[in-house]
């Protein structure tokens, strides 16, 4: 064989090889591709599902605090009408006994 055999040998046969030894690679390697592809999809779909679950958190979460203020709120202000009530309690109390404790009876009317 000279030179030019071989590198035609070379040029060609290595391809050749080349091609056909991926076939036989692709087919060898395909159930490992195929598990590794379900591998995968499976934690998407778990990775989904824990976004969806983390969204449904944060919304009842946000719904709570919602409720925990409208609650707070309204005790805040049921606080402020009994504030003003007793408030005007206290103040017509106090003009009521200023003005009790300044009249005199005698000792016999009461």
Do not use: C
């Amino acid at each position: 064989m000279n030179v030019w055999e071989i590198l035609l040998l070379m040029l060609v046969g290595a391809p050749l090889v080349g091609v056909s030894s991926i076939i036989p690679l692709l087919i060898w390697t395909h159930p490992r591709r195929k598990m590794e592809e379900l591998r995968l999809q499976g934690r998407r779909l778990i990775a989904e599902d824990i976004r969806t679950e983390f969204a449904s958190i944060r919304a009842e979460v946000r719904d709570l605090r919602d409720t925990a203020m409208q609650y707070d709120i309204s005790f805040d202000t049921a606080l402020q009408q009994m504030e003003r009530r007793v408030n005007k309690i206290e103040r017509f109390g106090y003009l009521e006994s200023e003005t009790t404790t300044h009249q005199h009876f005698p000792l016999g009317e009461r």
